[in-house]
């Protein structure tokens, strides 16, 4: 690609505020799109420029998660994950030193060389880059800023004896669990963060660092990028890592990248060792001073695959680089699956044609999260392909969800949860192949849950393991550590007097403004708002439209959120208020929205339901994920496996599981049925939501264009021609199966004799 946009290359070390000005910079173009090295930092990224711009200019892009609101302005991505083919005026990568690295390296290059914006690009990343980066991208510009703050080499020091805020870097998962226990014993306890945690499981590790809850932070290299804390000194406890291929000591460049997590913005920071252990001789030198031997060659794979044939794929995968300072990469573990399935008969038969060797290569490029044996992995994978590649051309649901239920279990020890969570990733990353799977959007809900609770259930574990509740924080009281910092409270707007020029300037708009809904002069407003902001639930009402009600007054509406059961809301006529008032207003319905849910799904969050376990928890799980309102066949393992002391349980608690619906007695009520259609209309796209079914209607006609799921969320699944509800639909299917000829039933079924039949043959089969 021609280098048609300006091209910055903004290199420097740690704390200099790259990715801050990317950001800035972006957020400047109407268009724009970054590239960060971990989904983490993505997720961190997303929630800034959301905060600016808002959710629906915003698309988040990663292997795991995918958020693309209709018509995006700015996408955060992870390199890997980014849509080269899209145009943006403004693209960004970060960390463009990883276009070195062993597995992940040729994917940077490829960006370096070929991604642009339409006017701008900014490439971010380590000095080292800049010999390598002025041979091949030559009409780059350079830009460097000093680090923020100062980093300064401490030496080595005992793990007693540290200061509090201390990072403790190691390099293997043993070694992390020991020290963090050494540090309960020594210390009060310590928060851990591990490469192998999950986003929510290390950012609630981070939290409880960053609140002060613990003074001491063990981890492996996993925050040397991306992860800004409140760390004062960073100690590495070891110099050698296994790289997935040898254990080999690191280089200045790596260890100054981990060191440099100390001292964040304005605040000076320290590094050193653990002792008995040292620094080489000139590497803390070298660290301070910020100076590193250039990055010799970058790896490389041709972006121009072949896909006609398999050997040609291979063939195209092997081919040499264009320049000297690129090197092929040998060993990247999509290429080597590629080639192992190559080996197979069966494989080989099925790739035949540009299309069915593009899928095997796509599958190929599922990660191995989990990182047991490769063998294991190949072995997913051509299940997968052969699922792919046969007449469904998707993945067997059955299947899937015997594979993704053996993951859902909160129950073992961290090592367990880690190995679980890595392995629902894997599941997470298929479901975002829309075309790969049927229903992708409840697929990638379920898989997503489940990463979140086996994630909680992994901070627990962590805590209850390197935090010693109770004494440990006096022991480290005792020892000089910092104690827990309260947070500021959140200021209140300052008041404005009524005589002020404001005041009197929005009263004379209330004269003005015509009709009904003129606002009232601002001290009335002002009462107004926080009568709302303290109004309890009872107070506001919410329409089958989504729509938010004060008594007759519009407040706002039920609007698509992260899920079905979290809806965001927008504010409606309330532009005579300050963006102040509306943003308290806002957070006041949100949190009415989060009760409306609540207090729907209370029959299935009582204590009782809550504390089921295995099978009976998956279909409360289920039912919670349809409003109350779940496809037997979808949980026709659950059911089997269901204790009958916990159908008993459930059926205690109103909730029936049939032959073919499974269903909340109570939640069919008219009551709940338009709570139910105000989130479905929030969640389902305009059109695609049923109208509202009159007082006492059993079924209504299906009517076309409306989604199957939405009026299976409602209570009324459908069932050939007609929405059935659910109580009814048993009945029904009770009545057919004891013999009772189907057009006797026509007026169980609410329809027309003549539509008995479709609708009976659909109940049956």
């Given at each position: 690609m021609a280098d048609a946009s300006a091209i910055t290359a903004v290199l420097g070390p740690t704390n200099t505020g790259k990715t801050h000005r990317a950001i800035e910079r972006m957020l400047a173009h109407d268009s724009g799109m970054i590239g960060l090295p971990l989904r983490l930092l993505a997720r961190e990224v997303y929630d800034r420029v959301t905060t600016r711009v808002g959710e629906a200019r915003v698309a988040l892009v990663t292997g795991e998660e995918k958020r693309v609101p209709r018509r995006p302005d700015y996408w955060v991505c992870t390199v890997e994950a980014m849509p080269i083919d899209l145009e943006v005026d403004f693209l960004a990568i970060d960390e463009i030193q990883l276009a070195a690295h062993?597995?992940?390296?040729?994917?940077?290059?490829?960006r370096l060389l070929l991604s642009r914006g339409r006017r701008e690009t900014w490439f971010l990343g380590a000095?080292?880059?800049?010999?390598?980066?002025?041979?091949?991208v030559p009409t780059a510009r350079f830009v460097q800023h000093p680090r923020l703050s100062r980093l300064t080499s401490a030496g080595a020091g005992k793990l007693s004896r540290l200061p509090p805020r201390s990072a403790v870097v190691a390099f293997s998962t043993p070694q992390v669990y020991e020290i963090a226990e050494?540090?309960?014993?020594?210390?009060?306890?310590?928060?851990?963060?591990?490469?192998?945690?999950?986003?929510?499981?290390?950012?609630?590790q981070v939290a409880m660092f960053q609140s002060g809850e613990v003074d001491y932070l063990v981890a492996t290299d996993a925050i040397g990028m991306g992860l800004n804390l409140d760390v004062r000194h960073v100690a590495f406890a070891a110099l050698r890592k296994f790289d997935g291929r040898d254990v080999r000591d690191l280089d200045p460049a790596e260890l100054a990248q981990i060191a440099g997590r100390a001292g964040r913005h304005l605040a000076d920071g320290t590094f050193g060792t653990v002792a008995p252990l040292s620094l080489p001789d000139g590497i803390a030198a070298a660290i301070e001073a910020h100076r590193f031997p250039a990055v010799?060659?970058?790896?490389?794979?041709?972006?121009?695959?072949?896909?006609?044939?398999?050997?040609?794929?291979?063939?195209?995968?092997?081919?040499?680089?264009?320049?000297?300072?690129?090197?092929?990469?040998?060993?990247?573990e999509d290429a080597a699956a590629l080639a192992r399935l190559a080996e197979d008969p069966e494989i080989r038969a099925r790739a035949r044609g540009s299309e069915a060797v593009g899928l095997l290569w796509e599958v190929c490029r599922i990660p191995d999260f989990r990182k047991l044996l490769f063998e294991s992995h190949v072995a997913?994978?051509?299940?997968?392909?052969?699922?792919?590649?046969?007449?469904?051309a998707a993945l067997d649901p059955g299947w899937m969800a015997a594979r993704v239920a053996e993951i859902d279990d909160v129950g073992g020890d961290i090592d367990t949860l880690i190995t679980r969570i890595a392995s629902i990733r894997t599941w997470t990353y298929i479901s975002n192949h829309g075309r790969w799977v049927r229903d992708a959007g409840a697929w990638q809900d379920r898989t997503r849950a489940i990463e979140d609770r086996l994630s909680d259930a992994l901070h627990e574990r962590l805590v209850q393991r390197f935090v010693e509740r109770g004494g440990g924080a006096a022991r480290g009281a005792r020892a000089g550590a910092r104690p827990p910092q309260r947070r500021p409270e959140i200021e209140e707007p300052v008041q404005v007097a009524p005589d002020h020029p404001f005041a009197r300037i929005a009263a004379m708009r209330a004269l003005l403004a015509p009709g009904p809904a003129a606002p009232a002069p601002e001290d009335d407003r002002a009462r107004w708002v926080e009568?709302?902001?303290?109004?309890?639930?009872?107070?506001?009402?919410?329409?089958?439209?989504?729509?938010?009600?004060?008594?007759?007054?519009?407040?706002g509406q039920l609007a698509r959120g992260p899920a079905l059961l979290l809806p965001d809301v927008r504010l409606a006529a309330l532009d005579d208020v300050g963006a102040g008032a509306r943003s308290r207003v806002l957070r006041r319905l949100v949190a009415f929205a989060r009760d409306l849910v609540e207090e729907l799904l209370a029959p299935l969050r009582s204590p009782?339901?809550?504390?089921?376990?295995?099978?009976?928890?998956?279909?409360?799980?289920?039912?919670?994920?349809?409003?109350?309102?779940?496809?037997?066949?979808?949980?026709?393992?659950?059911i089997a496996e269901l204790a009958p002391e916990d159908r008993a349980l459930l059926t205690a608690h109103g909730i029936e599981v049939g032959e073919r619906v499974i269903y909340v007695q109570q939640l069919l009520r008219r009551g709940a049925l338009e709570r139910r259609l105000a989130l479905c209309a929030a969640w389902f796209d305009r059109g695609r939501v049923p109208a509202c079914?009159?007082?006492?209607?059993?079924?209504?006609?299906?009517?076309?264009?409306?989604?199957?799921?939405?009026?299976?969320?409602?209570?009324?699944?459908?069932?050939?021609?007609?929405?059935?509800?659910?109580?009814?639909?048993e009945r029904v299917h009770r009545a057919l199966v004891s013999g009772e000829p189907a057009a006797r039933l026509s007026s169980w079924m609410g329809c027309p004799a003549r539509e008995a039949p479709r609708v009976a043959a659909s109940l049956l089969g």
């Open positions: 062993d597995q992940r390296g040729h994917v940077f290059t490829e000095d080292t880059m800049r010999p390598l980066l002025s041979d091949l050494r540090l309960r014993a020594q210390r009060g306890g310590a928060a851990v963060v591990l490469g192998a945690l999950s986003p929510r499981t290390r950012n609630a010799r060659r970058l790896r490389w794979r041709n972006s121009e695959l072949d896909r006609s044939s398999l050997d040609a794929l291979l063939a195209s995968l092997r081919e040499p680089p264009p320049a000297r300072s690129l090197k092929l990469v040998h060993d990247a997913l994978l051509a299940e997968i392909y052969g699922q792919l590649s046969g007449p469904s009568s709302i902001v303290g109004a309890p639930h009872e107070r506001f009402s919410v329409d089958v439209a989504g729509r938010i009600f004060d008594g007759e007054q519009l407040l009782e339901v809550r504390g089921l376990q295995g099978a009976a928890r998956g279909i409360v799980y289920q039912l919670e994920q349809g409003l109350g309102t779940a496809a037997a066949r979808d949980a026709g393992e659950q079914p009159a007082p006492g209607a059993v079924s209504v006609a299906a009517a076309r264009g409306v989604d199957p799921r939405a009026y299976a969320a409602i209570g009324y699944p459908v069932f050939g021609t007609r929405a059935i509800r659910a109580d009814v639909a």
